[in-house]
């Protein structure tokens, strides 16, 4: 115990934690240069990557910014300091690309380096610590999200980053991104859709019929142990076999590649959490509440309707945001068997060892995914909020 | 009206419950009282078909029960559960308005019953219809399962522990409350209860059950003078016996003759209370004071001694 007449050290564990890695990341590369983009790249501190004005400016800012974490400060006061070290460094690693990259050379590469990486996730790590410590409401994590999404989008729409060899990349193929942009989301929506639409049912059935439960389930498990790669292939076989003996079946896309088996093994994967959570969610509604909408004349639909799906609706939508997440992540996958998707650019850039390309495919899939997990987290806690207690 | 004529419920080989025939005189309240697994919940069940009986027939008014589909019967009958079963994700208003819902009443006619309701529970409508299930105290929560039970204005409810779930002076409150509705209303009232004391508290006629029999079907005082089978006796528990026979009676009904000092008893007030009031005075008599605050004249130890005695 602490004597009251020596005060306790004001540091805070994690915050310590956050200044080391700040500090060995400051001298770290800031930013790779490469002469063209498949050569190995060389390493380029902050105070050779950016003007020394900038650079001293961003040394200032991450010193500062480390400096609040270090110490006990209030949750707000760290949230700003990671959030002005996190613009500045976004904002500064654009200003990195245009001072490396020669004048009038279109080859050149320039990306972030692990001193970028580093510092960036020093102070991510700060922001969702304080975000934590501030318990925003539903509600206010939507608004935070909507606003960093905003803040991005003004980065790239005022050309900020065009220098780093990602935008680079991105704008060799723009109508490609997009185009496999929209089929990535297809593929990931489509195949949560089509499974709500037999899972939710196939769920209320497995809790109505308890001998189907467990044959179910278990039939589930095991399409869910299959790995994704064996399952697509596995799926060419059958798939070929209609396409080419069904008619009409080829007219509607169906084949034994491309984005048929992909839809299909993606729907697979989903039938299982959303069958396991609405089995789960229905089977936790209060076995009280239950028999008294029986008792005051509810019919079975009735109950269904007005009971029994609305008090588990927050499992479900949790089952929902797992197959979303999920689905969003394998879609990548698809690219393999022809099914398109942000994995096209994933397989291109592994096939040339042009790394910008790969994180071209990879970004946006890790953003997108990331997107989901908080507006379902946020949508699980609104649906749960009024009678979250019995 | 309700009639139970030789009704049995068989799961297979067991029977839980067997051969019961008995009749609720309207406007009155039955009391089953039974341990667990003697089959007096099943028995409350089938009255409203949650529970479909192997054999016998169920008459409400005259009419058998079957008569109409399950759902529709149910909507006529008020049912109150232990635990109170409210819905978590529905105010207290739209609780109480499930089955005026049910029933399709119009928005304002819904509003205004639902409002009356609340009052006459005394929960201030203003203050409680929005509110959810979880925001209310154990014994508001139990108000509310009876106030939705009775939303419709049904001549019978059935109550199932309704109590069993609320501390000993909340328990208190809530079953004067509902002795006091219940003279006001002159709904039928069946309830299953495991706790022979709130049997003959509230029920004009209490109906013993073990292993699926209904042992006697009789008025509290003749279940404690004269208890039927050896079981019955048990379960009225010896030691007890006479203050709950004191129990039954107000004072208005033992008052004698004359004048004496002390603090005085409200004619109200039940026999045992009186007994306990003489005793804790160490006085053999106090005087009895009417609701108009006059006195009556006097009760006795030796007076209500011979009344706790055993009915010749």
Redesign the interface.
Known sequence: MATPDRPRPSFDKLGLVIGIVAAAAAGAPFATFRANRIVPGEGRAIWEALPAGWATALLLVVAGAALVAMLRSPAPARLAAALAALATLALLIGTAAHHLTPPDNAYARVAPASGFWLLGFAFALLAADALTRLQLSATARIAALAAVAAAIWLLLALGAWDGLSLLKEYANRADRFWAEGARHLALALGSLAAAIVAGIPLGILCHRVSGLRDAVLNLLNMIQTIPSIALFGLLIAPLGWIAANLPGASVIGIRGIGAAPAALALFLYSLLPMVANTVVGLAQV?A??N?????????AR?RLTR?EL??ALPVILAGIRIVLVQNIGLATIAALIGGGGFGVFVFQGLGQTAMDLVLLGAVPTVALAFAAAILLDAAVELTAA????? | MIELEHVSKRYGETEVVSDVTLTVPPRSIAAIVGTSGSGKTTLLRMI?R?VEPSAGTIKLDGVDHRSVPP??????IG?V??????????TVAQNIA??PA?LGWPRAKTKARVDELLTLFQLDPAEFAAR???ELSGGQQQRV?VA??LAAGPNLL?MDEPFGALDPIIRAKAQADLLSLQARLGTTIILVTHDIEEAVLLGHRIAVMDAGRVLQYAPPSEILARPATPFVEALVGTGERPFKLLSLKPVAEAVEQGIVEGEPIAASATQRDALAALLWSGRPALPVQSAEGVIIGKVTVAGLSKRAARPE
Do not use: C, K, W
Request: no cysteine.
């Open positions: 209060p009280a509440a028999d008294a909408a029986r008792g005051m004349g509810m019919t009735q009971i609305p008090l009024p009678g979250s207690r019995v | 409203n949650l759902h529709e019967l149910r909507r006529r049912y559960i232990q635990g109170h079963g409210l819905f978590p994700h529905r499930t089955v049910l959810y299930p979880h399962g939705r039970a059935l």
